[in-house]
């Protein structure tokens, strides 16, 4: 079954982004409405995620060429509403928030970019998962959704500083459902500076998401804000 999101043009779909007040989510939002995409931004509290979209919205205008559309309500909603849904809650509430979501969610493409992360004295390390990776995580729980991984290696403080106008680096995708897959490499491409990389099926999650460990060491070591470009590409 071909999805909504998958058969029609990238830059026509309403971007949903669960978790859309913390700082990957946000960045996410205000990049993409910066380039005209409609966004959908989601928290478990509506007025909050309604307040983070007006700021968002906002920011996004001071840079875009133009008309600007976010939104905020509750990840309910949001779910329902969007054509394509961006995951970008804590790794903690993963699975519990999805889980109350696969009804809104059936039929539509689902982007994860949850990374699961811990610290400790050493530093950033990977969390175990039982599924495997979030990702695959999320395509248990959501059946009836094309499920793909994306947008893990962004760093949010660069996404959200639109003095930068364009990001440096590529968006590794990965997916089982090659249309699913496809839309999410376009949507990556609308972000100047950025491409999407097909990197390989779901089962092949688990080393993507690990990697943000190996940039966030990267970049404290460095004091930078490091991603990942593809190169022979």
Same mark, same amino acid.
């Given at each position: 079954?071909?999805?909504?999101?998958?058969?029609?043009?990238?830059?026509?779909?309403?971007?949903?982004?669960?978790?859309?007040?913390?700082?990957?989510?946000?960045?996410?939002?205000?990049?993409?409405?910066?380039?005209? *995409?409609?966004?959908?931004?989601?928290?478990?509290?509506?007025?909050?995620?309604?307040?983070?979209?007006?700021?968002?919205?906002?920011?996004?205008?001071?840079?875009?060429?133009?008309?600007?559309?976010?939104?905020?309500?509750?990840?309910?909603?949001?779910? =329902?509403?969007?054509?394509?849904?961006?995951?970008?809650?804590?790794?903690?509430? &993963?699975?519990?928030?999805?889980?109350?979501?696969?009804?809104?969610?059936? $039929?539509?493409?689902?982007?994860?970019?949850?990374?699961?992360? $811990?610290?400790?004295?050493?530093?950033?390390?990977?969390?175990?998962?039982?599924? $495997?990776?979030?990702?695959?995580?999320?395509?248990?729980?959501?059946?009836?959704?094309?499920?793909?991984?994306?947008?893990?290696?962004?760093?949010?403080?660069?996404?959200?500083?639109?003095? *930068?106008?364009? #990001?440096? =680096?590529?968006?590794?995708?990965? =997916?089982?459902?090659?249309?699913?897959?496809?839309?999410?490499?376009?949507?990556?491409?609308?972000?100047?500076?950025?491409?999407? #990389?097909?990197?390989?099926?779901?089962?092949?999650?688990?080393?993507?998401?690990?990697?943000? #460990?190996?940039?966030?060491?990267?970049?404290?070591?460095?004091?930078? &804000?490091? $991603? #990942?470009?593809?190169?022979?590409?």
């Amino acid at each position: 079954m071909t999805t909504a999101a998958e058969s029609r043009p990238v830059e026509d779909l309403v971007v949903g982004v669960l978790g859309g007040t913390g700082p990957q989510g946000r960045g996410l939002a205000v990049r993409l409405a910066a380039v005209g *995409q409609r966004v959908l931004l989601g928290s478990r509290d509506a007025d909050r995620a309604r307040e983070v979209a007006e700021e968002v919205a906002t920011r996004a205008a001071t840079v875009s060429g133009g008309e600007v559309s976010v939104q905020g309500g509750s990840n309910l909603d949001v779910a =329902g509403a969007a054509d394509l849904v961006v995951v970008a809650v804590p790794y903690a509430g &993963h699975a519990a928030t999805l889980a109350e979501l696969a009804r809104p969610l059936a $039929g539509k493409v689902v982007v994860d970019c949850v990374v699961p992360m $811990g610290f400790d004295e050493l530093g950033a390390y990977v969390l175990d998962v039982e599924e $495997g990776s979030v990702t695959q995580q999320a395509a248990a729980l959501l059946p009836d959704s094309d499920v793909v991984g994306a947008f893990h290696h962004l760093s949010a403080r660069l996404l959200e500083d639109l003095s *930068q106008p364009t #990001i440096d =680096g590529d968006v590794m995708v990965v =997916g089982d459902v090659r249309a699913a897959t496809d839309t999410v490499q376009a949507l990556a491409g609308r972000l100047p500076g950025m491409r999407g #990389i097909y990197a390989g099926r779901l089962r092949n999650a688990r080393q993507v998401e690990a990697l943000t #460990i190996n940039l966030v060491s990267v970049n404290r070591r460095y004091k930078a &804000h490091a $991603g #990942i470009r593809v190169t022979d590409v």
